[in-house]
């Protein structure tokens, strides 16, 4: 063990490793990036994490930087939470510390993860009404933002957090909380880290107030730090929507407060065949009066793979070679939305199949709602990287979208099924790469590059529905305006000034250096 991990060691109460084993472990995530770091901490307190930043923000200092990733559960698509510094990851803060369901809000370490965090509250009958990853961390989901499944009808993890703790980069901690105009002025008096902090953001917020004005009316993108739009309400200040989609390089979220609600009934289900995409949207904008919970599209394709790979669904989809299926689910008033679903025949095109349902294919949808898992998943010699996944696309461009996709199929003899929400508009692609061919990073960029011009062109936005990481950037740090770059900047130099939090994410990725980390093997790992 080299000196510094045993310094480190000595330090905190958590434990700091650099054996390779765990560094080979940690130099991956759920993208197709691989950077192996030099250092992987697991600390168990926000003391532990305060005194890693500490001690790293006084490197800095003598111009010894070193770049620090927050990790929760490693799923990033985008490889935000690798580098090749330090991992300090939470999978050690993982307890609940407080309820109060009289208020329902509770308390927890940010490394909890939205399963562990939920089975917690259903014993009091209460739910984050987040339809994510069950082994996604609630550090994690503030620091990506992503839209989850249920976001349409229940608007995302934003609407559930009341306060965060954030472990600053010179290793104090702030805690937001929504300010009257006094107590701003009283916190940017103080003489410390967080009062330098205050005093900046205030200035900001009075020097740009056009062009923050206009990135809050520009919805659908989470590029850089957007949500500096919703600091100010009524006169008010609050620091807490920066950390949303801020991938860690403002700060380190070590504890949350979140508001949770009374747990809803089992959802039901419905899934429709459709021969054309207008037909489907036409449905979909159908159903949305009867508030569902969520209105998912794929491609006929991808269920019909799980289908050949043994997956029941005879019953559930019609025997077409190509088209659509809607699967949507309902948890209020689910049976009367069955019913009035069933009568919505007469409305759609004859080819139209519609299945609702009931105890008897109960198991079947089960299975259906599996299908995505499997095609992701089932993949022989290859591998479908997420080089365009959750981003923003008007569905009323959705057809000539589609045209257009066809065209690029062709040209890059890639496979392209679309799938996403129909509610929140976001969608994916996840083609089928050999990450051991020699070309594999020419065809990739090919691929993000072609693929977010057209996501462009018809009204899309590449970062719409995750943030832009490291490799979305690539695309979007060419795009984004001087104006917004450099209000960006500044807020990432008032809460960062030595740049060691995560400063090669976001804004500050390079495109050579993500393009140059890309495996040159598959990932034996299932790639959701």
Do not use: W
């Not at 759609?348 to 949808?365: D, V």
Request: aromatic share 8%; net charge positive.
């Amino acid at each position: 063990m080299g000196k510094i991990a045993k310094y480190l060691n000595q330090l905190t109460v958590g434990n700091v490793f650099d054996n390779p084993e765990i560094l080979e472990t940690y130099s991956t995530d759920q993208s197709a990036l691989k950077i192996k770091p030099k250092l992987v901490a697991f600390p168990e307190s926000t003391d532990d994490i305060r005194k890693l930043l500490k001690f790293f923000d006084q490197l800095s200092a003598k111009d010894i930087k070193v770049s620090i990733t927050p990790r929760g559960s490693g799923k990033s698509q985008g490889g935000e939470s690798l580098t090749n510094g330090i991992v300090i990851s939470t999978e050690k803060l993982n307890r609940l510390l407080e309820i109060d369901t009289r208020e329902r809000l509770v308390r927890v370490q940010s490394g909890i993860t939205l399963k562990e965090l939920n089975t917690a509250l259903s014993v009091s009958g209460l739910t984050i009404p987040i339809d994510g990853r069950d082994d996604e961390t609630i550090g994690g989901l503030i620091s990506s933002a992503p839209a989850d499944e249920a976001m349409g009808k229940y608007g995302g993890i934003m609407n559930y957090v009341e306060r965060i703790e954030v472990v600053l980069a010179n290793g104090d901690c702030l805690q937001t909380e929504r300010l009257r105009r006094y107590a701003v002025a009283k916190a940017a008096a103080a003489k410390t880290f967080e009062g330098s902090i205050y005093r900046k953001i205030s200035k900001i917020l009075h020097e740009k107030p056009e062009l923050i004005k206009r990135i809050g009316n520009e919805k659908n993108t989470l590029v850089g730090y957007p949500f500096v739009a919703k600091l100010l309400k009524r006169e008010t200040l609050d620091l807490k929507p920066l950390f949303f989609g801020a991938e860690g390089t403002l700060g380190i979220i070590s504890e949350v407060i979140l508001k949770a609600i009374p747990m809803k009934e089992r959802a039901v289900r419905a899934v429709a065949t459709f021969k054309e995409i207008d037909s489907a949207i036409k449905y979909a904008e159908m159903i949305h009066n009867y508030n569902p919970k969520k209105v998912f599209l794929y491609d006929l394709r991808i269920i019909m793979e799980a289908r050949e790979a043994g997956k029941n669904l005879d019953g559930v989809i019609r025997r077409l070679e190509d088209g659509y299926v809607v699967f949507a689910s309902f948890d209020e008033k689910g049976n009367s939305a069955l019913k009035k679903i069933t009568g919505l025949k007469d409305k759609l095109p004859r080819n139209t199949k519609i299945i609702t349902e009931s105890k008897e294919n109960k198991a079947t949808l089960d299975e259906f709602e599996n299908s995505l898992v499997n095609y992701l998943s089932n993949v022989k010699n290859a591998e479908r990287v997420p080089l365009l996944t959750d981003f923003y696309l008007p569905i009323y461009n959705l057809s000539n979208f589609l045209k257009d996709l066809n065209i690029l199929k062709e040209k890059l003899e890639l496979s392209l099924e679309l799938f996403g929400n129909l509610e929140t508009e976001i969608f994916s692609l996840r083609p089928k790469f050999n990450l051991e061919e020699d070309d594999f990073n020419k065809k990739a960029t090919t691929f993000l590059r072609a693929g977010a011009y057209i996501i462009s062109r018809h009204g899309g936005e590449l970062a719409g529905g995750a943030p832009e990481g490291r490799v979305k950037a690539v695309v979007t740090n060419v795009e984004i305006g001087e104006d917004k770059r450099k209000l960006y900047d500044g807020i990432k130099k008032i809460f960062d000034p030595n740049g060691i939090l995560n400063p090669d994410v976001k804004l500050g990725a390079n495109s050579k250096f993500t393009l140059t980390h890309f495996r040159d093997t598959n990932s034996p790992k299932i790639m959701l």
